[in-house]
Nanobody, 124 residues
Framework: QVRLVESGGGLVQTGGSLRLSCTAS????????MAWFRQAPGKKREFVAT???????HYADSVKGRFTVSRDNAKTTAYLQMNSLQPDDTAVYYC??????????????????WGQGTQVTVSS
């Protein structure tokens, strides 16, 4: 059974940091581009970052310089290190996977495997 499980969300003050993890099972992790999206209440799901199987990386402009995406193939886990968090970063964060995908896939429709999401709340 293919599964993505996110963890690491929580409540943090403005300027704080969190690290999200996304652990995959039931798939050949090395073949997959991994992406992070987020969705705030009343808003569309938006792209945050991707890392391809060759570790090409792409970020949304809104998080560039603050967030870092990485992966550990041995642990079948992708990470999103989030620094200098702002209230606008408050959302449910989802990881997604696409086999043979590129780092420039920024639409939710381009990913067919999703995690359940983890809540990130940044207080002002």
């Amino acid at each position: 059974q293919v599964r993505l499980v996110e963890s690491g969300g929580g409540l943090v003050q403005t300027g704080g940091s969190l690290r999200l993890s996304c652990t995959a099972s039931g798939l050949t992790f090395n073949n997959y581009a991994m992406a992070w999206f987020r969705q705030a209440p009343g808003k569309k799901r938006e792209f945050v970052a991707t890392i391809s199987r060759l570790e090409n990386i792409h970020y949304a402009d809104s998080v560039k310089g603050r967030f870092t995406v990485s992966r550990d193939n041995a642990k079948t886990t992708a990470y999103l290190q989030m620094n200098s968090l702002q209230p606008d970063d408050t959302a449910v964060y989802y990881c997604a996977a696409d086999e043979w995908g590129s780092a420039y896939q920024t639409l939710p429709s381009q990913y067919d495997i999703w995690g359940q999401g983890t809540q990130v709340t940044v207080s002002s």
